[in-house]
């Protein structure tokens, strides 16, 4: 089982991307409370949104109105929109998500996919 981030990419300032997160593996069940962190050089790692297996959503102050985090367990994949992109958004966004999987008794582990780099700049 592995989550994998894709969508990242350069982009320049007021500009729009789109993140994915989707459990890949054998039997995949469904993607729960999930969440999406970012880490610019010399910081600390913050979380940006996070998303429950309900679709109850919050998000880090500077983000709100302009980032949206959704979900589809058909897809098993979390999303985070992501508008009015600035400078200061720019670093490597990672997904962390429970998973429910597995053969026999269903298991919940705790994931991380690896990092997406996005760059805001003019």
């Known amino acids: 089982v592995q989550l994998q981030a894709c969508g990242g990419g350069s982009v320049q300032p007021g500009g729009s991307l789109r993140l994915s997160c989707t459990a890949s593996?054998?039997?995949?069940?469904?993607?729960?409370?999930g969440g999406w962190y970012r880490q610019a050089p010399g910081k600390q790692r913050e979380l940006v949104a996070s998303?429950?297996?309900?679709?109850?959503?919050s998000y880090e102050d500077s983000v709100k109105n302009r980032f949206t985090i959704s979900r589809d367990s058909a897809k098993k994949t979390i999303f985070l929109e992501m508008n009015n992109l600035k400078p200061e958004d720019t670093a490597v966004y990672l997904c962390?998500?429970?998973?429910?999987?597995?053969?026999?008794?269903?298991?919940?582990?705790?994931?991380w996919g690896k990092g997406t780099l996005v760059t805001v700049s003019s």
């Open positions: 962390n998500a429970n998973v429910f999987y597995g053969w026999g008794p269903m298991k919940e582990s705790n994931f």
């Open positions: 593996g054998d039997r995949i069940f469904d993607i729960g409370n």
């Open positions: 998303i429950t297996t309900r679709s109850i959503a």
